[in-house]
């Protein structure tokens, strides 16, 4: 991380010098970093934020988010799928069942609730019988909250060398609380009356 942000400064001059060009740019590495799953994507979506304002570096945030867990979705589902199918089979049959009536959303739900790092969430659902749209507007709408309170943040943040000292904590404001505790209430209700809807 450290070594990333050596080159902040001068990618700072590049982009108010050519800032179409920087946004691509940083796209491309947004991209290849959430590919890869490792943790911190958080700290760069805040760094969009100080770069391109709240709404564009929103955008490309959750874009290259979603697009490069996507990547890491399929290359996990076809490696465990194709070196260990008797055990994928196992545990893909056994929690497609119990998550079929509402799999939407419980992905949300999934991608919303904090704790698991984005590699084992990306792993993990690659266990299950769902397909690239399913994937791809689940960890859109699940993310959302997060990248938008953390490019916001960035956007106010003064000194570019505070965003790398940024935590997720650090985002967890009272109204970003707030909102994700309505939506969760609003999934499980939508759980619940669909588990209603089931014939007996």
């Known amino acids: 991380m450290d070594f990333l942000f050596s080159y902040i400064n ?3 001059l590049y982009t108010n010098e050519f800032y179409l060009r920087s946004y691509f740019l940083f796209f491309i ?3 290849l970093y959430a590919t890869t799953s490792f943790p911190g994507f958080i700290i760069f979506s805040a760094l969009s934020g100080y ?4 709404y564009y570096g929103y955008l490309i945030s ?3 988010l979603t697009l490069g867990s996507l990547v890491f979705f399929l290359i996990s589902k076809n490696f465990f799928k194709f070196f260990f199918y008797k055990y994928y089979e196992k545990y893909s049959n056994n929690i497609n069942k119990y998550i079929q009536k509402s799999s939407i ?9 904090p704790g698991a790092p984005l590699g084992i969430q990306n792993f993990l659902l690659s266990l299950l019988n769902i397909n690239i749209s399913k994937f791809i507007f689940v960890t859109f709408i699940g993310f959302t909250p997060y990248i938008f309170a953390s490019t916001f943040i960035g956007n106010k943040i003064n000194n570019i060398n505070l965003i790398k000292e940024l935590k997720f904590n650090d985002i967890l ?4 609380i707030i909102l994700i505790v309505i939506l969760l209430v609003i999934l499980f209700v939508r759980i619940k009356y669909k588990n209603k809807k089931k014939p007996s």
């Open 105 to 113: 959303e419980y992905l949300i739900i999934f991608r919303m609730i």
């Open 173 to 176: 404001s009272l109204d970003l």
């Open 10 to 12: 001068e990618f700072l």
């Open 62 to 64: 959750i874009i290259s």
């Open 29 to 31: 590495f947004l991209f």
């Open 51 to 54: 770069l391109y304002g709240t």
